[in-house]
C-alpha cells in the first residue's frame, strides 16, 4: 500500500529524526527520572528535604534558563556540532554524579547536565526542520513532538527498571552511556546553520537568562515556601520585569537573539502558547495522578510507570494524525483548540468522578493524552514553519522554553493546591494521632515501662509532625503503626487520604479550567493554515552617524514578521523556511 504524502521518510531522513529523537529523549526522561530514586539518595548522600527538592529543580531551571541563547550559538556554530558538545557535557555531568561526596556536589553535577541538556534540546527539532524535506517535516515534527512529549514518563520506566536490579548510581551510568552513543552517531548526520549570524546578542541573553531564571526559580520554590513568600515573589516580579526589558533590548537590537516581532505572526504565538497551555496541563496532571497511584493506590514507581502507558501512547498515535490533519486540511485553528477543549475535559473529569480504580483513571488519562497528542505536534510545527531557516535553532529554543516554563507553573498550581488544601484539612487526624500516643504513652508509664512510655510520647509528636507534612510522610506513620496500632494507623490512613482527596479535585478542576478557557483563546487566535501567506526578508544596507560601517536594516513585509535571516525568500517559495502550505 502506497503511503500518503507526508507519512513517508526516506532513510536519510528517518536516520536523522533517530538520532534526533534518541537525544531528546535522555533530556527529557532526566528531567523525572530521580523522583523515584530521591529516597536512596538522600540514604548515601544525606541530603536534607530541601536538598532532596534542588537535586531535581537544578538540572529543570539549568536548562530552562540557557535555552534561547544555546539555541542560537547553534545556529551560529552548526547546530550537529553544539549537539555533540551537548552530549559530551551532558555525558561527563552524569558520571561526575557517580563520584560526589554530598549533596551539594549532586547539585553541582545536574545544574551542569542542565546546561548541556539546553545545548542539546533545541538543537534537535532544529536539525530535523532544516535538514528535511519540506513534504517530510511534518513526520519528523510530529515523531519528535511524541518522543518529548512521553519521555518523562520513559524516565519513570527506566528508573523503575533500573532500580529493581541496582542502585542509584546505574541511572547516572545509563545517562552517560547513552549520551556517548548518541554523540557518535552524530557524526553520521549532516549539519546547517546560518549563512549571515551577526553579532551575538549579549544583552539579550543576559536579559533572557536572568529573566528565566527568575520565574522559573520563583515558581519552583512558590509550592514549598508560599505565594506570599518574600523570595518568591522577588524572583516572579523581577524575573516578569526583566522579562519586559528583554523585549525591549531585542526590539531595539540590530542582531536580536530572538525577534520579538515573530510574535505578531498569529501562527507562531498561538502555537507558543498552546505548547506552554500543554506541559503546564501534563506535568500538573503528572504531579497529581503519580501520587494517586503510589500513595493511594499503593503502586510501586515502575507499575506508576507502567499505569502511565495509556498517555504515551495517546500522545504518540494523535500526534501522528494531527499534523496530517492541521497541514493538509488547513485545520491548525481547530485542531489545537480541539485538543485543548479535550484535555481540559478530561482534567474536569479527574476533578468530578471518583477515581476509585485504574481503569477509571486510565480512561480519564486517555482522554487526556488524545487533547495532549492533537494540540502538541501542529503547535510546534506552527512555531518552526513561521521561522526563518537560519533562525530554526532559535525557534526550536522558543518552543521548549515555553514548555519548560508552563510545566514550572502547571506544578506551581498543581503543589500549590495540594501542599495548602492538605494543610487546612488535616488537623484533626494529625491531632488523633498526638491524642492517642500520648495516651498509649501514658498508660506504659503506669504500667511501669518508664522509658517505653516516654519514647513512645515523643514520638506523638513526630508523628504528628510527619502527618501534618505531606501525604507520603502520613503514609509512612501508617506504615510504622500497622504492627502495634491497627486501628490507630486506618484512622491516620483514611483521614490523610480524605484530607489529600479534595484537594486533588480541586487541583484537577482548576487545571481543567485553565485548558477549557485556552482552548476558547486559541480557537480566537489560530490561523487556519500552518503559514497564513509566504514571508520574505528584505535586507538593505544602511549607513547613519552611529554606524559609520554600516549595518544591515531588517523591515517589515507587512506578514508580522521581521527577522534577520540574512536570505531573500521568494513570495511564491517558502519551501527553504519550513514546512508550508500553499494559497
Not at 521518510?9 to 523525572?32: E, G, P, Q, T, Y
Not at 541530603?47 to 544555546?70: C, E, R, S
Not at 561526596?101 to 533545541?122: D, K, S, V
Not at 477515581?355 to 488524545?370: F, H, P, Q
Amino acid at each position: 500500500m502506497k503511503l500518503p504524502n507526508g507519512v513517508r521518510m526516506d532513510w536519510r531522513s528517518a536516520w536523522l529524526v533517530l538520532i534526533a529523537c534518541l537525544s531528546v529523549s535522555m533530556v527529557v526522561a532526566a528531567m523525572a527520572a530521580l523522583n523515584t530514586a530521591l529516597p536512596d539518595i538522600a540514604i548515601d548522600t544525606g541530603a536534607d528535604a530541601g536538598q532532596m527538592t534542588w537535586i531535581v529543580d537544578g538540572y529543570t531551571l539549568a536548562l530552562a534558563a540557557l535555552l534561547l541563547p544555546a539555541g542560537a550559538i547553534g545556529d551560529r556554530l552548526g547546530r550537529r556540532e553544539v549537539l555533540i558538545v551537548g552530549l559530551v557535557l551532558f555525558g561527563v555531568a552524569s558520571l561526575a554524579a557517580i563520584w560526589v561526596n554530598g549533596p551539594e556536589q549532586l547539585i553541582l553535577t545536574r545544574c551542569l547536565a542542565g546546561a548541556a541538556a539546553a545545548l542539546i534540546m533545541p538543537t534537535t527539532l532544529s536539525l530535523i526542520t532544516s535538514g528535511m524535506p519540506d513534504g517530510q517535516r511534518a513526520l519528523g515534527i510530529s515523531i519528535w513532538s511524541a518522543i518529548a512529549g512521553g519521555g518523562a514518563i520513559a524516565g519513570f520506566l527506566v528508573t523503575g527498571l533500573l532500580l529493581e536490579f541496582f542502585s542509584w548510581h546505574s541511572i547516572f551510568i545509563t545517562f552517560a552511556a547513552s549520551s556517548a552513543v548518541s554523540a557518535v552517531l552524530c557524526f553520521t548526520i549532516g549539519t546547517s546553520k546560518d549563512s549571515d549570524p551577526g553579532r551575538f546578542d549579549i544583552p539579550g541573553s543576559l536579559c533572557s537568562v536572568l529573566a528565566v531564571t527568575g520565574i522559573v526559580f520563583g515558581l519552583l520554590e512558590a509550592p514549598h515556601r508560599g505565594w506570599d513568600d518574600a523570595l518568591v515573589l522577588i524572583c516572579l516580579i523581577g524575573g516578569i520585569l526583566l522579562g519586559v526589558l528583554f523585549v525591549v533590548v531585542e526590539l531595539r537590537s540590530a542582531s536580536p537573539l530572538f525577534d520579538i516581532r515573530l510574535m505578531r505572526n498569529r501562527a507562531f504565538g498561538s502555537g507558543s502558547l498552546s505548547v506552554a497551555v500543554q506541559f503546564l496541563a501534563s506535568f500538573g496532571m503528572f504531579y497529581l495522578v503519580l501520587q494517586l497511584l503510589q500513595l493511594v493506590f499503593g503502586y510501586s514507581p515502575l507499575q506508576s510507570a507502567l499505569a502511565l502507558m495509556p498517555f504515551v501512547v495517546g500522545v504518540g498515535v494523535f500526534a501522528m494524525l494531527s499534523n496530517w490533519l492541521a497541514v493538509r486540511l488547513d485545520s491548525l485553528k481547530f485542531v489545537i483548540a480541539g485538543g485543548a477543549l479535550l484535555c481540559g475535559i478530561g482534567l474536569t473529569l479527574l476533578g468530578l468522578i471518583q477515581v476509585d480504580g485504574y481503569w477509571t483513571l486510565a480512561g480519564i488519562l486517555s482522554v487526556i493524552a488524545i487533547g495532549i497528542g492533537f494540540s502538541s505536534a501542529p503547535a510546534t510545527t506552527a512555531i518552526m514553519s513561521n521561522t526563518p531557516l537560519d533562525n530554526q535553532g532559535v525557534g526550536s529554543a522558543v518552543n521548549d522554553t515555553a514548555r519548560e516554563i508552563g510545566a514550572a507553573i502547571g506544578i506551581a498550581i498543581a503543589g500549590s493546591m495540594v501542599a495548602a488544601g492538605y494543610k487546612a484539612r488535616i488537623g484533626p487526624t494529625a491531632d488523633l494521632a498526638r491524642e492517642q500516643l500520648t495516651a498509649y504513652g501514658q498508660q506504659q508509664i503506669a504500667a511501669g515501662d518508664v522509658a517505653g512510655g516516654e519514647a513512645t510520647i515523643a514520638q506523638a509528636q513526630q508523628a504528628a509532625t510527619h502527618i501534618e507534612r505531606s501525604l507520603a510522610e502520613a503514609r509512612v506513620v501508617v506504615d510504622n503503626l500497622s504492627g502495634r496500632s491497627q486501628e490507630l494507623a486506618d484512622r491516620i490512613a483514611d483521614g490523610s487520604q480524605s484530607a489529600f482527596d479534595v484537594p486533588f479535585e480541586h487541583a484537577s478542576l482548576i487545571l481543567g479550567g485553565i485548558m477549557l478557557a485556552s482552548a476558547a483563546v486559541l480557537l480566537w487566535l489560530t490561523p487556519r493554515r500552518v503559514v497564513e501567506r509566504p514571508v520574505y526578508i528584505e535586507r538593505s544596507y544602511v549607513e547613519s552617524d552611529e554606524h559609520e560601517s554600516g549595518e544591515y536594516e531588517s523591515r517589515d513585509d507587512g506578514t508580522g514578521y521581521d527577522g534577520h535571516s540574512g536570505r531573500e525568500h521568494d513570495l511564491d517559495d517558502t519551501s527553504s523556511r519550513g514546512l508550508s502550505t500553499r494559497d
